[in-house]
């Protein structure tokens, strides 16, 4: 009869994937997860052509500028602040030009 749940199987998802990579590293182990996540992330193909490819995209920049500190992080916000600002100025220009086609 085999044996179901033994508690030595390695867990479904990126480390199961990356077993090869993982030889001698605990699979419980957070940091050894989190290098099997970005190994995953680095081979996935999926198009940024999409909406869903972009807006995963903002998802993976927004986990990782969590992740970091100090000066990366200041860059990473100052980055969004100046997209922000950018998306900001051009809906102000559009309304401004659609009030002034209809009412001017």
Known sequence: MAQHGRDDEEPEGPTGRF????????????????FAAH???MERSQSRAT???????????????NRTGGGRRLLAVSVVTLILIG????IWNALGFMLTVFFG
């Open 19 to 34: 077993a090869d990579d993982m030889i001698g590293l605990d699979p419980h182990d957070p940091e050894v997860q989190a």
């Open 39 to 41: 190994l995953d992330r």
């Open 51 to 65: 909406v869903e490819g972009m807006l995963q995209g903002v998802g993976e920049f927004a986990q990782s500028a």
């Open 87 to 90: 998306v900001a100025l051009t």
